[in-house]
């Protein structure tokens, strides 16, 4: 059973900066690309930040040269690290990788159960 737990969402003022992590736990053969969505209250999920198993990142336009993705390997663990928070940014936080367990080894999406983010004075 593989599963995704975040950490780190809480309150900041604008102008602030939040780390988010999201730890993968279980019997775990591989894990592809790591990535992170939102989605603010009476809106789309949307996709924030994704993290290649090379490494390669691409952002959503409107965090882009804020927001960092990065992982660890060793540890199946994604970041985001989030600066110069606006109010806009405000949202649950959701994790997603695509992993592949050792019951079965082929690749599946898991998503971990969210984390608030709330910018505001």
């Known amino acids: 059973q593989v599963q995704l737990v975040e950490s780190g969402g809480g309150l900041v003022q604008p102008g602030g900066s939040l780390t988010l992590s999201c730890a993968a736990s279980g019997t775990i053969f591989g894990i592809d690309a790591m990535a992170w969505y939102r989605q603010a209250l009476g809106k789309e999920r949307e996709l924030v930040a994704i993290i ?70």
């Open 52 to 121: 290649e198993s090379d490494s390669s990142t691409d952002y959503l336009d409107s965090v882009k040269g804020r927001f960092t993705i990065s992982r660890d390997n060793v540890k199946n663990t994604v970041y985001l690290q989030m600066n110069s928070l606006k109010p806009e940014d405000t949202a649950v936080y959701l994790c997603n990788a695509i992993v592949a367990p050792y019951t079965d080894m082929r690749y599946w999406p898991y998503w971990g159960q969210g984390t608030q983010v709330t910018v505001s004075a």
